[in-house]
């Protein structure tokens, strides 16, 4: 595929391919920063699997004014997308103005929770059956889903996936339905937000369906992407309910747990268990 790629960029954007180097991230499959004759540079991704993805961010940049790359194609096996110039901390002034964007974000809805299609999160796939309550979307189509899909890939031991439906039938007693479906990024950790000169320069990798902007928000405590500063600014504009830090958070951090429980294994297993402990003793 990659032998292919100048020929495809040049009949996609009418320009010569100058040269081509790796970029670093990419969970699907190979990253090219390609220079283009005269002036300009564009993202390629070789897939498999990469038709989900650009559609993902055109939903995004018409359902929402997020900073995002323009896509140039998008299928199964190529994404061509802008290049952004991000690679500055996230730190500062671009953690309020993350808080700002994702707030604006979480104020999109739709009459269900899901979407209107299945997607994927880091290559797997990612059900979102239009579902009217909160609840029973991310007890079936989050939670049990991406545990099933980790017992089955022999990442997840059975007895843990049976202390998970154990654990998901008492969600009731933890989750609360929000006022309305919130449109999310699905996939909020730093490498997948592009910062430059104390501001967001865009959003990438996203993961979109509509569902509670807690789970956002925990994804986003997982690997300390968000700090005080987001977080006090996020709240200002939308209050953070009571009892989200006390105990909802680790509930929701359970479903990125379980995606890099499917991806990677390793010490993630541990991170289950122990949310798993603190409910469940």
């Not at 008492?170 to 929000?178: A, F, G, K, N, V």
């Not at 709240?235 to 309910?241: F, K, L, N, S, T």
């Not at 359970?254 to 949310?275: A, E, I, N």
């Amino acid at each position: 595929m990659q032998a292919r790629v100048p020929a495809l960029v040049e009949r996609f954007t009418g320009r010569k391919v100058d040269a081509m180097a790796p970029l670093s991230g990419g969970s699907v499959g190979r990253v090219l920063l390609i220079q283009l004759a005269g002036n300009g540079r564009v993202v390629a991704k070789l897939g498999p699997g990469l038709e989900p993805e650009g559609w993902m961010v055109r939903q995004l940049a018409c359902r929402s004014r997020l900073p995002l790359p323009t896509i140039i194609h998008a299928d199964d096996d190529l994404l061509l997308m802008e290049h952004v110039d991000g690679g500055d901390a996230l730190t500062g002034a671009a953690q309020a103005h993350a808080a700002e964007l994702l707030a604006d974000l979480h104020g999109a809805s739709w009459h269900s929770f899901g979407l209107e299609r299945d997607t994927v999160i880091g290559g797997l796939p990612q059900v979102n059956t239009a579902t009217h309550r909160w609840l029973d979307f991310f007890r079936d189509h989050r939670l049990l889903a991406m545990a099933r899909h980790a017992l089955d890939a022999g990442r997840l031991p059975a007895e843990t996936m049976h202390r998970i439906e154990i654990l998901a039938a008492r969600l009731p007693s933890w989750i609360e339905e929000p006022a309305q479906p919130a449109l999310l990024h699905g996939d909020c950790w730093t490498g997948n937000i592009l910062v430059k000169g104390g501001r967001v320069a865009a959003f990438i990798d996203p993961a979109i369906y509509y569902g509670h902007p807690e789970i956002e928000l925990a994804f986003g405590t997982m690997f300390g992407t968000f700090d005080e500063s987001f977080f006090r600014r996020y709240g200002e504009i939308r209050p953070i309910a009571p009892g989200f830090w006390e105990e909802r958070r680790d509930l929701y951090l359970l479903y990125p747990l379980l995606v890099h429980v499917r991806l990677f294994g390793g010490s993630y297993l541990d991170g289950v268990g122990r949310v798993l402990d603190r409910f469940l003793g």
